[in-house]
């Protein structure tokens, strides 16, 4: 349905990849919140399908999650969302969900569709590599790019997962859940020397950024910085009136990453 490709959040330098729960607080807002984003300068956006035991995440998403989910949000509605936003957004989008979610759904049924719809890829952070073969398979057949995520901790496993990656790697810059963090002590640099070392695929640094200068620092290191949690805690501060907040913030984030 369309020619979006992951490879082009980074065909102009550092990408800015931000997360968004979808119908926190509701779809209609998030929908506003996806293209205003996108004006904002966002390179390629990621968006979480909300899931009632979000494992990988802090408080700050879980609730985000929470808020969505007693609002009604199912994935079908993520998915109409998307149908509406592809009529005028051009970047690349991708979801961020639980294999629960997916399965329950059915894992063919939920990729084909995903694709039919435009997005290009899917995170799961509760996927450990070496149970790929789960979704794999049919993401192969649909052009689906299932992302990867990497922790400080991987080290012998980075190269293999690194030459086994499609569409970016998803580099872990903090231990435990999602969520801000005052300092990001992680040798991020040589996460990407050993990525780049088995395959040449953008890196993209995500868990604890939340300040401009966290941002460039990660981006400096990397092909690109992701937040998450700094976006949702604006949805959550100012509700239906988040819009204007987070396209500001955006857009001095993507200014700290352009000059990174």
Do not use: W
Not at 99 to 105: D, L
Request: with cysteine.
């Amino acid at each position: 349905m369309t020619d979006i490709k992951i490879a082009d959040a980074f065909a102009n330098g550092k990408a800015f990849i931000p997360f968004l729960t979808c119908g926190d607080p509701d779809l209609e807002i998030t929908e506003k919140l996806i293209v205003a984003a996108e004006a904002a300068g966002a390179d390629l956006i990621e968006l979480g399908i909300p899931f009632s035991d979000p494992t990988a995440e802090g408080p700050v998403i879980q609730e985000g999650n929470l808020r969505a989910l007693s609002a009604g949000v199912t994935t079908d509605g993520v998915f109409d969302l998307v149908r509406r936003l592809r009529k005028t957004v051009k970047i690349p989008l991708v979801f961020m969900t639980y294999a629960n979610v997916i399965f329950s759904y059915g894992a063919e049924r939920f990729i084909r569709t995903a694709v039919e719809i435009g997005v290009q890829g899917m995170i799961v952070p509760d996927l450990p590599y070496e149970e790929r073969e789960e979704f794999l398979p049919i993401c192969r057949e649909y052009g689906f790019d299932l992302i990867y995520m990497i922790a400080p901790t991987s080290h012998e496993r980075i190269r293999e997962i690194a030459s086994h990656a499609q569409g970016f790697l998803y580099c872990v810059s903090s231990l435990g859940v999602t969520g801000v963090r005052s300092e990001i002590t992680t040798d991020i640099a040589s996460m990407v020397k050993l990525v780049k070392e088995a395959q040449d695929i953008p890196c993209a640094v995500g868990f604890g950024i939340s300040t401009p200068e966290q941002a460039r620092k990660m981006a400096a290191q990397s092909d690109g910085a992701i937040v998450g949690s700094a976006i949702v805690k604006l949805c959550a501060q100012y509700g239906r009136d988040c819009v204007p907040y987070v396209a500001d913030y955006i857009r001095e984030m993507k200014a700290a990453v352009r000059e990174a």
